[in-house]
């Protein structure tokens, strides 16, 4: 009987054990809605939106002179993040991390990486692909993408949710209109968002590179 006992307590631990260690719900990656995000980012009309937010339809060029947008990019997971090409103070250490992303996921066609200038007055499409040589980037997975001002600071404000006026001011950009994060947008197939990175920060890259691959294996 004693033996009988023991046995049972046993498999009880393990069996527990098992329901606490096993991948969840609590594992799952969030999906952010514009509630979940900093209210300074979020446009008044849209921050107490709970659920349903996917990124809007979009189509900018590319540093290859090609037409990119969401039509490519169905079925895909994808960072986003907004810079600029002559920017001399966060933007060269996020691509450089952004480097690493791309390496860590070299040649796999579910996976793109999207850079949107802030500064399309300079950052015409021979400047941004000047800037993509510089970087390594592969014109197949990482597009730098530049357009319309008003359309690429309208997707950041009402899709990614990355503008920070008050960012912008400490770091001496010009204006409250100038967007200047530090954030990666990581986004899923379904068009939500799923995470917001600082690309500054290598230990946040890792992470972020680890939850990629969460989402290519949900995939």
Request: glycine share 8%.
């Amino acid at each position: 009987m004693r033996v009988l006992i023991v046995a049972l307590i046993f498999v009880a631990g393990v069996t527990i054990a098992y329901f606490l260690t096993k991948p969840g719900e609590d594992e799952t990656l969030k999906v952010y809605n514009p509630i979940d995000v900093e209210s300074e980012m979020v446009d008044k009309d849209l921050s107490r939106k709970g659920f349903g937010h996917t990124i809007q339809q979009f189509s900018f060029t590319d540093q290859s002179g090609k037409s990119y947008g969401s039509k490519d990019l169905k079925g895909k997971i994808y960072v986003a993040e907004y810079f600029f090409t002559t920017c001399g103070t966060i933007c060269p250490v996020m691509n450089a991390e952004m480097q690493r992303v791309q390496q860590a996921f070299k040649g796999n066609d579910s996976f793109k990486i999207l850079s949107f200038t802030v500064d399309p007055e300079t950052d015409s499409v021979a400047q941004m692909k000047l800037y993509a040589d510089g970087h390594g980037a592969d014109p197949k997975q990482w597009h730098f993408l530049t357009g319309d001002k008003k359309d690429l600071y309208q997707l950041a404000r009402r899709s990614f949710f990355v503008l920070k006026p008050a960012e912008a001011a400490n770091q001496g950009d010009v204006g409250s209109d100038f967007i200047h994060t530090n954030y990666f947008v990581l986004v899923d197939t379904k068009k939500r968002i799923r995470g917001y990175y600082d690309g500054t920060d290598s230990k946040e890259v890792d992470k972020l590179i680890g939850d990629i691959r969460k989402l290519l294996e949900e995939k």
